[in-house]
């Protein structure tokens, strides 16, 4: 009986960490009245950097889960999201509108000073994620850096040329597989932008967005140096 007690002891002394690790779900509301969810690993300590994590169409926010979860380790915050919709609206500016998903998100980080740093939040976002954190980053300054995973310079009619340009000296991360050949001319095109830091990253491993994310074991890591560098990481 009393070794049986040592090892539940042990088992429950674990349990804390095991839940940060696994995170816990929030709501959030978005500008238009629309509630959405998502997974928040929390760094320790107080007033930590935070990143909003955004998928590519059809996947969920589960594919950052490696990624939020070394951030955490790193001491930045992470919160990532899923797309409003796992299908496209037929109007290209009602995709366009999907970006209040993260603005909603980093306003619920930036409403948490206790716990997030004001001034250091950034976005990453892979495909569909890249262009909405394009489009969010334009309109909320509170966006202080991005990281652009199988960017594409117009999806499905929908183009971030207008926002790149709004989105100004700000830093940005742009990555690209070698052989995905339309998010590899979109780096290009965007990394000509001179106003501020365009830090390109090419992979040579053949996939796209999240895809890539999982299965190119270098690019978690240099996302989480890219934030602790541009979001200030003591």
């Not at 954190?133 to 183009?159: K, Q």
Request: charged share 15%.
């Amino acid at each position: 009986m009393k070794i049986r007690l040592v090892v539940i002891a042990a088992f429950l002394a674990l349990m804390p960490c095991s839940l940060h690790a696994a995170g816990r779900i929030i709501t959030f509301r978005t500008a238009d009245g629309v509630m959405l969810s998502g997974l928040l690993i929390e760094a320790d300590g107080r007033a930590a950097p935070a990143v909003v994590l955004v998928p590519m169409l059809g996947r969920p926010r589960d594919d950052w889960q490696v990624v939020a979860q070394r951030l955490a380790e790193a001491h930045i915050s992470a919160l990532a999201i899923d797309l409003p919709a796992a299908t496209l609206p037929a109007d290209p500016a009602d995709l366009g509108a999907w970006q209040q998903a993260v603005t909603g998100a980093a306003a619920y980080l930036a409403g948490r000073p206790a716990d997030v740093r004001p001034g250091a939040i950034g976005v990453a976002g892979a495909s569909l994620g890249a262009t909405l954190a394009v489009l969010a980053a334009a309109a909320d300054p509170a966006i202080r850096s991005v990281a652009l995973v199988s960017p594409s310079l117009d999806y499905r009619g929908v183009r971030i040329d207008a926002p790149w340009a709004l989105y100004g000296p700000r830093p940005a991360l742009l990555v690209s597989s070698v052989h995905d050949p339309y998010a590899a001319r979109s780096v290009r095109a965007l990394a000509q932008d001179t106003a501020g830091v365009r830090e390109v990253r090419w992979s040579n491993v053949s996939a796209h967005g999240t895809v890539l994310v999982s299965r190119d074991a270098d690019l978690a890591r240099a996302l989480v140096e890219w934030f602790q560098r541009t979001l200030g990481v003591n």
